[in-house]
């Protein structure tokens, strides 16, 4: 079993920048798929990022890309969602998650093939 919780939402102007983290316990946390998601009032949630267990590949939704980043830092078990050029759009919470399957090299945006979720932390793009 994994534990995820993410840290480092809150609210930022238009055009700034915020990083989140995402902290997993549990023995395998360093092997897994992790994945960012998000979702606004009323919205679907939406597939943000994800990054296999080396860190090796990653893949981003549509919409971010190019201004989202996210990494990962196994030695601390943490995943990071670095997150430039805001926009009122990005207004969400966003959750952590984890995928069971060790060592598996690729990155889903479907969210049932997640396993394990975090809480979520608010972020909020304000004009």
């Known amino acids: 079993q994994v534990q995820l919780v993410e840290s480092g939402g809150g609210m930022v102007q238009a055009g700034g920048s915020l990083r989140l983290s995402c902290t997993a316990s549990g023995r395998t946390s360093s092997a897994i798929t992790m994945g960012w998601f998000r979702q606004a009032p009323g919205q679907e949630r939406e597939f943000v990022a994800g990054i296999i267990w080396s860190g090796e590949k990653s893949s981003y939704g549509d919409s971010v890309k190019g201004r989202f980043t996210i990494s990962r830092d196994n030695a601390k078990n943490t995943v990071y969602l670095q997150m430039n050029s805001l926009k009122l759009e990005d207004t969400a919470v966003y959750h952590c998650?984890?995928?069971?399957?060790?060592?598996?090299?690729?990155?889903?945006?479907?969210?049932?093939?997640?396993?394990?979720w975090g809480q979520g932390t608010q972020v909020t793009v304000s004009s």
């Open positions: 998650a984890g995928d069971r399957r060790l060592y598996n090299g690729n990155v889903y945006s479907a969210d049932d093939e997640y396993d394990y």
